[in-house]
């Protein structure tokens, strides 16, 4: 032991701490007028934004019910570089649709380095009675102004925790995240291997198809396999992503980990084939669901998806009173009141509509349980995914800015 403290005082570290009180005795008590003036300041300020003034510099048609934004900084409103991001992360927009603020999250399709020429791109698909992808699709157009959160989400490659290999598992509007990861992949951004499985009805389907195999034929370490559920193409893959596929282009001998991104039917569908082939759960990540939409799909849902019951919102010192159908999740009732409460994710991940339940019974489900066992034990919720099965009271944080 003597030996090792004798190696640490040669280094300076024992006597690091001693040094730093003194700098601190010795700094001036004047407030710091410009605090980023520090580089640490002005470098956490640029990768973590609070918020991002962006506006809309093009837009491209894929089909009636989905288009890409290609979003740039706003300097005129104090964004003047778009934050860097690592593939597989999303921007949540603020949306004030009908007098009400809603918050979505969308994935940046775009490579991370389009960030140093002002470009993030999302990517947007028309969903059934969606309000946030309807509003976006028929009202965005160039020059519209935009404002978004900094880059977030962990749907990203880690290599600490992942396998070398990456088999990423596609459908429908969610490749967007992997056409990000090809791109980083090619690049040299990002040090993996990437099996991308892409699942779609017809090849006129897969967005991004072409490009990606642009990619693939340039870069031996990204592979694109289409597969198609309704017709049969010469160089795709035929029917569904089982286990049996997956095994089939997976690296043998070795560990790899597994990528989902989709709707919620392939991840119910995928799930299943991927307990088949025992992988490690820590290599095995799911994106966002987006938002939950159908509890009673799940076996141990046991409320009546009929019902509806009176939900009681806490917020800021203010009460709020409104009805929650059992099948519509707590944020989306407190958003249709017009209720400003904040989410990003929306899918229990992120943790940013954490509240205090008081009282009531809500049913969550397990798939998009996020929450920690204090959370649990101490009575607090994520609104984004619980569903009533009694009257609730609930005490909410306050929308930042709201």
């Known amino acids: 032991m003597a030996n090792e403290i004798l190696k ?6 024992v006597n690091m701490m001693a040094g730093r009180v003194k700098a601190v005795a010795a700094a001036e008590d004047a407030p710091v007028k410009d605090l980023y003036a520090y580089r640490p300041n002005r470098l956490a300020a640029a990768l973590h934004p609070h918020v991002q003034f962006l506006t809309v510099a093009e837009v491209i048609e894929h089909s009636p019910d989905m288009k890409s934004f290609l979003l740039s900084p706003d300097a005129s409103r104090g964004t003047k570089s778009l934050a860097w991001f690592s593939a597989g992360q999303y921007l949540s927009v603020l949306l004030h649709i009908d007098g009400k603020n ?3 999250p969308y994935s940046i399709a775009s490579s991370p380095r ?6 993030y791109r999302l990517t947007v698909k028309r969903v059934e009675g969606g309000i946030a992808s309807g509003y976006i699709l028929d009202h965005w157009a160039v020059g519209t102004k935009v404002i978004a959160s900094a880059p ?4 990203t490659y880690e290599p600490l925790r992942d396998a070398k290999t990456v088999v990423g598992i596609a459908g429908g509007s969610g490749i967007t995240p992997f056409r990000s990861l090809a791109y980083a992949i090619s690049e040299g951004d990002e040090d993996c291997d990437l099996i991308l499985l892409y699942g779609s009805r017809t090849l006129a389907d897969a967005v991004f198809s072409d490009e990606i195999s642009a990619i693939a034929a340039e870069c031996p370490r990204v592979k694109l396999v289409n597969v198609l559920s309704d017709e049969k193409k010469k160089g795709c893959a035929n029917g569904f992503i089982t ?11 070795e560990d790899y980990s597994v990528f989902l991104c989709g709707p919620q039917a392939m991840y119910r569908f995928v799930d299943k084939e991927l307990e088949t082939l025992n992988i490690r759960r820590k290599f095995v990540r799911h994106e966002l669901f987006g938002e939950y939409f159908h509890p009673e799909q799940n076996a141990d849902y046991t409320g009546d998806i009929k019902a509806s019951f009176k939900l009681t919102v806490r917020i800021a010192g203010e009460e709020y009173v409104t009805e929650c159908p059992a099948d519509t999740s707590l944020l989306r009732a407190m958003e249709a009141a017009g209720i400003n409460a904040p989410s990003d994710c929306r899918s229990g991940r992120c943790g940013w509509c954490h509240s205090q339940l008081l009282s009531g019974e809500v049913y969550v489900p397990e798939s998009v349980d996020g929450r920690r ?3 649990k034990d101490f009575g607090y919720i994520h609104p984004c995914c619980s569903f009533p099965l009694s009257d609730i009271v609930i005490d909410v944080p306050p929308m930042p800015g709201a």
Do not use: E, Q, S, V
């Open 152 to 155: 977030l989400g962990d749907f």
């Open 102 to 104: 809603l918050c979505r």
């Open 8 to 13: 640490l005082r040669k280094l300076g570290i």
């Open 373 to 375: 066992l204090a959370d």
């Open 114 to 119: 389009d960030t140093l020429k002002g470009i």
């Open 243 to 253: 286990a049996k596929l997956i095994k089939k282009y997976a690296p043998k001998g």
